[in-house]
């Protein structure tokens, strides 16, 4: 399995760079077979620079131009027109999310989910200097998603997920243009009938640049999205969703994923000892 790692790059020149070799070099480490794309989204810096040096090195790695007006889920979007892979994974060109957790999305991609999703706030995760306003409204979201949909998953608003290119082309169209892209793509997939795994993953602020992520415009986009799903789901009468008797079964088992990859990281922080 291919897996692509579609990374939304917005003036991140001072970032981008050790992102993209620590993400390279840990998946050539464990045998994974991948292609990085990262979508450069109106930079007006080096980014584009700095990822065409690291490619040199990196040949799994390219850069391509959105093709979109600016935004980050106008620039996810067009990372999902260009992925060439079986799977996709979105993430972060601020270094905040790990290779290291990339890889068990990957490995529970491999054991038969169709998407990996990860949380910060479960046991096991590990948070670096989130800042607390942040924080709060973060968890109120999670919380009222997890309310409304009942799934049992708290982290939705998390960027960093991976899905199956099936999964990709079923939850199409997508509405967002901004990252309240990163509620729908989750939300529509779970609605949708697609199974999904769950493992403890860390999440580090970013050493350099400025945050994207303007909450005070932020608001009504997302109860938008939040609620379009809602209705989707309750009033479409099944119509969008995927038939398959086999998701319940995988569905049960998410938190057990995520509890064996809490074993497995313990048994390799034991052995490195």
Same mark, same amino acid.
């Given at each position: 399995?291919?897996?692509?790692?579609?990374?939304?790059?917005?003036?991140?020149? $001072? @970032?981008?760079?050790? !992102?993209?070799?620590?993400?390279?070099?840990? =998946?050539? %480490? #464990? +045998?994974?077979?991948?292609?990085?794309?990262?979508?450069?989204?109106?930079?007006?810096?080096?980014?584009?620079?700095?990822?065409?040096?690291?490619?040199?090195?990196?040949?799994?790695?390219?850069?391509?131009?959105?093709?979109?007006?600016?935004?980050?889920?106008?620039?996810?979007?067009?990372?999902?027109?260009?992925?060439?892979?079986?799977?996709?994974?979105?993430?972060?060109?601020? $270094? @905040?999310?790990?290779? !290291?957790?990339?890889?068990?999305?990957?490995? =529970?991609? %491999? #054991? +038969?989910?169709?998407?990996?999703?990860?949380?910060?706030?479960?046991?096991?995760?590990?948070?670096?200097?989130?800042?607390?306003?942040?924080?709060?409204?973060?968890?109120?979201?999670?919380?009222?998603?997890?309310?409304?949909?009942?799934?049992?998953?708290?982290?939705?608003?998390?960027?960093?997920?991976?899905?199956?290119?099936?999964?990709?082309?079923?939850?199409?169209?997508?509405?967002?243009?901004?990252?309240?892209?990163?509620?729908?793509?989750?939300?529509?997939?779970?609605?949708? +009938?697609?199974?999904?795994?769950?493992?403890?993953?860390?999440?580090?602020?970013?050493?350099?640049?400025?945050?994207?992520?303007?909450?005070?415009?932020?608001?009504?986009?997302?109860?938008?999205?939040?609620?379009?799903?809602?209705?989707?789901?309750?009033?479409?009468?099944?119509?969008?969703?995927?038939?398959?008797?086999?998701?319940?079964?995988?569905?049960?088992?998410?938190?057990?994923?995520?509890?064996?990859?809490?074993?497995?990281?313990?048994?390799?922080?034991?052995?490195?000892?």
């Amino acid at each position: 399995m291919k897996l692509s790692v579609v990374i939304p790059a917005h003036n991140e020149e $001072g @970032s981008v760079a050790a !992102t993209l070799e620590g993400l390279a070099t840990t =998946l050539d %480490q #464990e +045998g994974v077979d991948y292609e990085v794309v990262v979508i450069n989204d109106a930079s007006r810096d080096r980014t584009e620079e700095v990822v065409s040096e690291v490619a040199t090195r990196f040949p799994r790695i390219r850069c391509v131009r959105s093709k979109n007006p600016p935004g980050f889920g106008f620039a996810v979007r067009s990372g999902l027109d260009a992925f060439e892979g079986d799977a996709v994974a979105i993430m972060m060109a601020d $270094g @905040s999310d790990s290779p !290291t957790d990339l890889v068990a999305y990957y490995r =529970l991609l %491999q #054991e +038969g989910y169709e998407c990996a999703f990860g949380s910060r706030f479960v046991h096991g995760s590990l948070v670096t200097d989130y800042p607390r306003s942040k924080l709060i409204l973060n968890r109120i979201v999670n919380f009222c998603i997890r309310m409304l949909f009942r799934h049992g998953y708290n982290d939705t608003t998390n960027a960093f997920k991976a899905y199956r290119r099936e999964v990709i082309e079923h939850i199409q169209p997508l509405l967002s243009q901004h990252f309240n892209l990163t509620v729908e793509m989750p939300l529509k997939a779970v609605v949708r +009938g697609y199974s999904y795994g769950i493992v403890p993953i860390s999440w580090a602020n970013r050493t350099s640049g400025e945050s994207k992520l303007a909450l005070n415009e932020m608001g009504s986009r997302y109860l938008f999205i939040i609620l379009y799903v809602f209705l989707e789901h309750h009033l479409s009468r099944g119509d969008y969703r995927r038939d398959d008797s086999g998701n319940a079964k995988k569905n049960r088992g998410i938190w057990r994923a995520g509890r064996l990859e809490r074993d497995r990281r313990a048994a390799h922080e034991t052995s490195a000892d």
